[in-house]
């Protein structure tokens, strides 16, 4: 889970240098912790403001909004670069030529989600990128980001990515980057993804509320701002995922999503070395098991759609987070059987129910 644990560092070392620094202005210049693995100290220095890219804007009476881009009169228009109107079908591009029979080979297994999909999900414009290497790749993908002035972490290490920067969903995915990856693990990167792009294609899901009240719960409980936005933006992938992935079992994609989180949970060495530098702190302690919520929720998604197999799931997932305590793990596996509204409720107000819960109770 390379890819992940690169975000979930960074977020880490940024939070403890600034911890850092609070307890060390009065004596001098700032320090870097020892006994933290080396991958933290170097990346520690990134300037908390920037961290993920977001944006920041303070509502004096009200509340706080972290967004993920900035958003220009035409960014979310639902139109091309070019102002040109989309169909809502699927529109492949290979900006650096690509093999046909891997062209095909996407087109075939995002079709399977929009045909299973039938009428339950609209059918927005949808774009996918397909990229033949990483340089390319990287390259386009951090121009358009400083252009849209939009800053999150490194998605290009993810087996493939989507956004909604311009208003209607993108997906893109790298050639280079899936040598060596199994068949079914890339089709259900490409399921997931196209599942994100048909319910998290707007920017509701990526514009992160702080009412007053969710403010002051995380005060009460240790979580200064920059700490409970973190612990917020790690939950709202958690439960993005848990939507995207129970979605596709409901319509008989569940099978792809074993696969990819099989391969997901198969390493999590690198959790490991994250966990032992923040496992002293409680703050950081509640943030890191909720970046571990990216797995887990998902399958239990996937149990609640009664598949067996992700029972089985589960207790791989036991086996792979077995460095955890028991009472970390309960208090995880705890946070999977809370009930969230999701027939009344924004994402939004799901979002805040859950961070409330897990600040507050575990």
Known sequence: MREWILILSTCIATCLVFEETRENRKRGPMRYDSKLPLFLQTIGSTSYLGIFGLSYFRYEAYDFCICCARMGNSVFSGR?????????????????????????????WAEEVLERGGASVGRPPLRITVWKTLEKFEASYREEKRALGVGTGEETEFLAIHDAWRGYPRIQVCQERLEGISTPVIQGAVHHELSHALHHGTPEFYTFRFSNDLQEAGRAYGFDLSLLQQCVYFLSVAVKDREAVGWLARIGLGFSQIALLEYLISDTEEERRVWKAVCGRPTLRKIALAAFLKTLLPIEALISMGMEEARTLRARWGEAYEWLSETDQEALFGLTRYKIDCEKKTFQERLEDLVLQWITHY
């Open 80 to 108: 091309d670069p070019k102002g040109t109107k989309m169909d809502p079908e699927i529109q492949i591009m290979a900006p650096e030529g690509i093999d046909e029979g891997v062209l095909r080979q996407i087109r075939g």
